[in-house]
C-alpha cells in the first residue's frame, strides 16, 4: 500500500529534550516536505527536499533541522524543543514539486507537545 | 506578497449544495489544488486544475479563472460526511503556497 509513515504519532515532551520525528514514504518520491499547523492559520512549510541530499528552507525553519540521505526518509529533528513548536506535524511526499504530480501524500500527522 | 484567501467557516444543510471560493495573489503560477481535511487527520487531495474551466469529479466540481485569480469548489448533495475543512493551495514557482481553510459544517 502507497503511504507515508510518521512515527510518533503522539509526543509529549520537555523544554529542551532533543527529538526526531521520522518520515517514510514507499512510493519513490522525489519531493519531500514538513509542515506545522496551528489553529487559524493553516499549514505552514518547515523544510522541504526535491531530492536525495537537496534540502531548503520553507517558511518556518526556526528551531528545525532536516536530512535526506536516503529517497525514502526524510527525518525532522529538534534539537531543542520549545513550547512555541507545539502544534501538529504532518510529513508530505509527491512524485515531482510542479504540475499534476505534485499531488502531495501526507503521513497521518504527529502531534507534539513540549512543555 | 502571496496570499490565498478562503472563508473561514461556512455552513450548509445536508443534500443541499455549497460552493467554497478561494481567491489568490502568487508570483507565480503552476496549478492549484484542493484538499479535503477532517479534524485530526490528514489533507486528502480532491482535484487539480491548471486550466481555466470546470472539472467535475462526482459530487465535487472545482473551477479555475486564472486571469480573476479566483478559483471554487462545489459540493453537491451534501452529506454529514463532508463536513471538513477545505484547503486551497497554489503551485507557484513550483512550492505549494496554502490558504488557512474554509471549515464546513453541514447541519440535518
Known amino acids: 500500500e502507497a503511504q507515508v509513515t510518521q512515527n510518533p504519532r503522539y509526543l509529549i515532551t520537555v523544554t529542551g529534550k532533543k527529538l526526531t520525528v521520522t518520515c517514510s514514504q514507499n512510493?519513490?518520491?522525489?519531493?519531500m516536505s514538513w509542515y506545522r499547523q496551528d489553529p487559524g492559520l493553516g499549514l505552514r512549510q518547515i523544510y522541504y527536499?526535491?531530492?536525495?541530499?537537496?534540502?531548503d528552507k520553507g517558511d518556518v525553519p526556526e528551531g528545525y533541522k532536516v536530512s535526506r540521505k536516503e529517497k525514502r526518509n526524510f527525518p525532522l529533528i529538534l534539537e531543542s524543543p520549545s513550547p512555541n513548536q507545539t502544534s501538529l506535524y504532518f510529513c508530505?511526499?509527491?512524485?515531482?514539486?510542479?504540475?499534476?504530480?505534485?499531488?502531495?501524500?501526507f503521513g497521518e500527522g504527529s502531534r507534539l507537545t513540549v512543555l | 506578497g502571496q496570499n490565498i484567501d478562503q472563508p473561514t467557516e461556512m455552513t450548509a444543510t445536508e443534500g443541499a449544495i455549497v460552493q467554497i471560493n478561494c481567491t489568490y495573489q502568487?508570483?507565480?503560477?503552476?496549478?492549484l489544488f484542493w484538499y479535503q481535511q477532517h479534524a485530526g487527520e490528514a489533507p486528502t487531495f480532491l482535484s487539480y486544475?491548471?486550466l481555466d474551466g470546470l472539472e467535475e469529479k462526482g459530487r465535487f466540481s472545482s473551477f479555475l479563472s486564472r486571469s480573476k485569480g479566483y478559483s471554487y469548489l462545489l459540493l453537491k448533495e451534501l452529506q454529514m460526511k463532508d463536513s471538513a475543512s477545505y484547503l486551497c493551495?497554489?503551485?507557484?514557482?513550483?512550492?505549494?503556497?496554502w490558504g488557512a481553510g474554509t471549515k464546513l459544517i453541514i447541519k440535518p
Open positions: 508530505a511526499s509527491s512524485a515531482t514539486s510542479g504540475g499534476r504530480t505534485g499531488e502531495l501524500f
Open positions: 527536499s526535491m531530492n536525495v541530499e537537496v534540502t
Open positions: 512510493m519513490n518520491h522525489e519531493y
Open positions: 502568487t508570483s507565480g503560477f503552476n496549478g
Open positions: 493551495a497554489v503551485n507557484s514557482n513550483y512550492q505549494l503556497i
Open positions: 486544475n491548471v
